[in-house]
């Protein structure tokens, strides 16, 4: 059973910042790719940045320089700094990650996700 567990979200003004952490846990063997969604409401579901295991990162235009991801390999761990938060960064996010156990195979995982509120 694996698990993605997420946590860091809350309520900031524009400007602020937040950062958000997703640890995966179970029977891992490897875990691939790692990311972040979001899913706002009246939206569809956004790929806000993505990181290989390798390190390669990669953003959605509307956060390039503003939001940072990064992993911990060694704690199964995925971040995203969010700075300079704006009101449209409003959202529901979501940790996914590409994982090989050794019942599944390589499958995708996701989070229950965690709410991110800007006010203006």
Same mark, same amino acid.
């Given at each position: 059973?694996?698990? &993605?567990?997420?946590?860091?979200?809350? &309520?900031?003004? !524009? *400007? *602020?910042?937040?950062?958000? @952490?997703?640890? !995966?846990?179970?029977?891992?063997?490897?875990?691939?790719?790692? *990311?972040? %969604?979001? &899913?706002?409401?009246?939206?569809?579901?956004?790929?806000?940045? $993505?990181?290989? @295991?390798?390190?390669?990162?990669?953003?959605?235009?509307?956060?390039?320089?503003?939001?940072?991801?990064?992993?911990?390999?060694?704690?199964?761990?995925? %971040?995203?700094?969010?700075?300079?938060?704006?009101?449209?960064?409003?959202?529901?996010? %979501?940790?996914?990650?590409?994982?090989?156990?050794?019942?599944?195979?390589?499958?995708?995982?996701? *989070?229950?996700?965690?709410?991110?509120?800007? $006010?203006?």
């Amino acid at each position: 059973q694996v698990r &993605l567990v997420e946590s860091g979200g809350g &309520l900031v003004q !524009a *400007g *602020g910042s937040l950062r958000l @952490s997703c640890a !995966a846990s179970g029977s891992i063997f490897r875990i691939n790719a790692m *990311g972040w %969604y979001r &899913l706002a409401p009246g939206k569809q579901r956004e790929l806000v940045a $993505s990181i290989t @295991s390798g390190g390669s990162t990669n953003y959605a235009d509307s956060v390039k320089g503003r939001f940072t991801i990064s992993r911990d390999n060694a704690k199964n761990t995925v %971040y995203l700094q969010m700075n300079t938060l704006k009101p449209e960064d409003t959202a529901v996010y %979501y940790c996914n990650a590409d994982i090989v156990t050794w019942v599944r195979g390589t499958s995708g995982y996701w *989070g229950q996700g965690t709410q991110v509120a800007v $006010s203006s």
